[in-house]
T-cell receptor, first 114, second 110 residues
Framework: DAGVIQSPRHEVTEMGQEVTLRCKPI?????LFWYRQTMMRGLELLIY????????DSGMPEDRFSAKMPNASFSTLKIQPSEPRDSAVYFC????????????FGPGTRLLVL | GENVEQHPSTLSVQEGDSAVIKCTYS??????FPWYKQELGKGPQLIID?????GEKKDQRIAVTLNKTAKHFSLHITETQPEDSAVYFC?????????FGGGTRLMVKP
């Protein structure tokens, strides 16, 4: 398996623009997680899905952020409108079962909002 | 919720020496403690994990110890090599969430 795939790897945009990050989890994994990593706050869980259904979105910073998982092989994280403080590395991870199972991380999307 | 503290934030060792990273957690109900290694430009990768019914686990040069009474766990790397240089994260699962420590940047000098 190719592992968790994320696109784009790098994104530079201007404040106010819409940003869409994409993730393809490992085939057969039923949990998908979106994390944000910054120097100030470290790794933060934003939202996670189980069988394509959002389970906990308490980590989503505000209404400008939204995430969807239309099918088992694809998820998006959207920021609209984007702000400079959204600049971070966004990771997607997947696992086969939640209870103690290994989370496999993608390579991340480095987002810079000017 | 769970709170995970990790120390030190940076650690520099000479090649061949041992490195120890320590974490404490707050939720006594936490029962799963993974360690991740993150290399530059990559996502975190699991290197070892331990469950609350085990006090110690070893995998070649890497070992993890868990003290549930004191609510702390540690990562031990022996015979460090330059390729061990990376950022290491501990994590603890309390409830349905995996909470990460702040990370330790390990530098192994040749």
């Amino acid at each position: 398996d190719a592992g968790v795939i994320q696109s784009p790897r790098h994104e530079v945009t201007e404040m106010g623009q819409e940003v869409t990050l994409r993730c393809k989890p490992i085939s057969g994994h039923d949990y998908l997680f979106w994390y944000r990593q910054t120097m100030m706050r470290g790794l933060e869980l934003l939202i996670y899905f189980n069988n394509n259904v959002p389970i906990d979105d308490s980590g989503m910073p505000e209404d400008r952020f939204s995430a969807k998982m239309p099918n088992a092989s694809f998820s998006t994280l959207k920021i609209q409108p984007s702000e400079p403080r959204d600049s971070a590395v966004y990771f997607c991870a997947s696992s086969a079962g939640w209870l103690g199972e290994t989370q496999y991380f993608g390579p991340g999307t480095r987002l810079l909002v000017l | 919720g769970e709170n995970v503290e990790q120390h030190p934030s940076t650690l520099s060792v000479q090649e061949g020496d041992s490195a120890v990273i320590k974490c404490t957690y707050s939720d006594s109900a936490s029962n799963y403690f993974p360690w991740y290694k993150q290399e530059l430009g990559k996502g975190p990768q699991l290197i070892i994990d331990i469950r609350s019914n085990v006090g110690e686990k070893k995998d070649q040069r890497i070992a993890v110890t868990l003290n549930k009474t004191a609510k702390h766990f540690s990562l031990h790397i022996t015979e460090t090599q330059p390729e061990d240089s990376a950022v290491y994260f501990c994590a603890a699962r309390g409830g349905n969430m995996l909470t990460f420590g702040g990370g330790t940047r390990l530098m192994v000098k040749p």
